[in-house]
């Protein structure tokens, strides 16, 4: 894992006592809603998932995890913390990517597993009110039954929260179709830390009365306060959904097929996702999988459309897959004839963060790259890890391979670098270099993941000194004694 020597524990933060710990259980009651590691026993591997990120990169060292079951709860505990200086961590499904779930030092982590009720759906406006902690899955399959959608989907839909989605403004697989969540959310339900309940759960699509400060808490990283609510505008669920895998001799070629994608698909195209060959390779190293294509080509992209005709959807794609074929865009390509079949060529792209992870860590970058110059960057970073010697089939080299794939429709590239071990010499072939390079690019250095701790010290690539001074007038308002998630990204 990585530690920060560089961050000191903030000694204006209270250490927890067993009169801190008997306050909490007095207010959340059953044991099940508390996890004490300050006046009992508990072991690390119990207290790991909460402490311990999905990379296996960042670990804290709670010894306290509260499960409130109210937004009351939430406002008791989160009052009592800020009284009483104690620092805290949100946390939802712990599934985020930039070490923001996790603690760094003793902070109480307050996670949202016990807040998992929907609250209410309306099924002719397609408004969704659930609680912060209800999972992503949970929400879309009780939509599915309705016809409806959530409109945000992502690897980790089986774990992740919907309010740790919102604290992340997640972006995900289909957000070319549906749109990011900074549009959809139509409210939410917050607590600050002084425990004041801020209400804004409206269901309207439309509200114009001043500054819409719901949106301060998306994308927020549990800086300001604990999202506890989420009122979401969810689309109807498409009857007909159709995918394509396509193979490409090159980047070029994948843009002209973007381009042909959306010239020919237009309205039912839902998600257009590249991956590169390395990818794909490492995927089918874990995996011994069939590949969905014969040949093996540089990049591969998965073409997804969603609509009401299934038959008029198969020929609209099988159309375009015969244009971009003919034109020579597109060197191979696969129709997905079933569902089992869609989902096997999803598992292709979705499959990836997992099986990267195969070797032992991943170095991530989640990036938008104006799109000319998205995969330009793979291709450098690929050469610098190998000039440096790093890069290699046996067990002396840490590096395993340097990847590329993402959200091509809305210019998010993910640079990985999946790695045997984490090694400082890796690390500093990669950093400032990968932010250096998106910033003079006018990218941003973190395009869906946020900043949390892993970028902490470069948000500066991405925002100005005005910029990031505003942030901190914000979190100082709403968080004047930092309790809320300290040593991260602000
Ligand atoms: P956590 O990881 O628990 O928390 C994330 C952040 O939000 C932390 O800073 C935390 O302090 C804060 N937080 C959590 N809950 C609250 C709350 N109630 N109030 C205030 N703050 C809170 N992301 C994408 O954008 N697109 C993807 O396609 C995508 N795919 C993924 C695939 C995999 C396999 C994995 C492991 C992750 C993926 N992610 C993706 C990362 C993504 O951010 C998370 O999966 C998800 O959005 C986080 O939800 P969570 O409940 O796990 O939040
Ligand atoms: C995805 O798109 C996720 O699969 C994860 O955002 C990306 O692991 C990553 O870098
Ligand atoms: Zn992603």
């Not at 992502?154 to 997640?170: E, P, Q």
């Not at 895998?245 to 070029?252: Q, R, V, W």
């Not at 839902?270 to 069939?290: G, P």
């Not at 609509?307 to 997905?336: C, P, R, W, Y």
């Amino acid at each position: 894992t990585d530690t920060y020597p560089e961050i000191k524990r903030d000694e204006r933060f209270s250490h927890i006592t067993a009169e801190h710990v008997a306050f909490f259980k007095g207010i959340l009651g059953k044991e099940s809603a508390i996890l004490d590691g300050v006046t009992a026993e508990v072991s690390g591997d119990d207290m790991e998932p909460y402490n311990m990120d999905w990379m296996r990169k960042y670990q804290g060292h709670c010894k306290l995890v509260l499960k409130p079951g109210s937004t009351e709860e939430v406002s008791k505990i989160l009052k009592y913390c800020n009284d009483n200086m104690l620092a805290v961590v949100p946390q939802g499904g712990n599934t985020g990517l930039v070490g923001g779930s996790v603690p760094v030092f003793d902070e109480i982590v307050i996670n949202t597993s016990r807040m998992n009720q929907i609250r209410f759906f309306d099924d002719v406006s397609g408004v969704l009110v659930v609680d912060a902690g209800v999972v992503l899955e949970v929400a879309d399959q009780f939509l599915a039954e309705k016809g409806y959608i959530f409109p945000l989907d992502l690897g980790a839909k089986g774990s992740c929260h919907i309010g740790g989605n919102v604290a992340a403004n997640a972006g995900g697989l289909r957000l070319l179709r549906y749109g990011s969540l900074h549009g959809n959310v139509l409210g939410i339900e917050a607590v600050l830390p002084d425990g004041t309940i801020v209400d804004d759960l409206s269901r309207l699509r439309k509200n114009n009365t001043g500054y819409d400060l719901k949106q301060l808490f998306i994308g927020g990283e549990g800086t300001i306060g604990m999202v506890t609510a989420v009122s979401i505008h969810c689309p109807q669920r498409s009857k007909a959904m159709n995918v394509a895998f396509l193979g490409a001799d090159s980047f070029e070629k994948i843009q002209q097929a973007f381009r042909e994608a959306k010239i020919q698909l237009g309205e039912i195209l839902s998600a257009f996702e590249l991956m590169d060959s390395y990818s794909q390779n490492l995927v089918h190293t874990v995996r011994q999988n069939k590949r969905p294509l014969e040949g093996e080509y540089p990049f591969y992209c998965l073409i997804e459309t969603s609509g009401s005709n299934s038959e008029h959807d198969a020929e609209k794609l099988g159309n375009f897959l015969e244009d971009v074929m003919s034109k020579e865009i597109i060197a191979d390509g696969v129709l997905a004839e079933n569902e089992t079949q869609i989902k096997s060529l999803w598992a292709q792209r979705e499959g990836i963060p997992e099986c990267l992870g195969h070797w032992g860590g991943v170095y991530k970058y989640d990036l938008s790259i104006p799109l000319g110059d998205l995969y330009k960057l793979v291709d450098e970073t690929r050469k610098r890890i190998e000039d440096a010697g790093l890069k290699g089939d046996t067990d002396d080299f840490p590096v395993v391979d340097v990847v590329g794939y993402g959200h091509m429709g809305d210019q998010n590239l993910h640079l990985n670098i999946a790695v045997r071990r984490y090694d400082k010499r890796v690390e500093e072939v990669l950093e400032p270099f990968v932010y250096e390079w998106t910033g003079k690019v006018n990218g941003s250095i973190s395009a869906e993941h946020g900043l949390g701790i892993a970028k902490k010290n470069y948000i500066g690539y991405s925002r100005s000194e005005t910029m990031v001074g505003l942030m901190k007038q914000i979190k100082n308002l709403y968080d004047p004694n930092g309790i809320m998630n300290p040593y991260k990204y602000i």
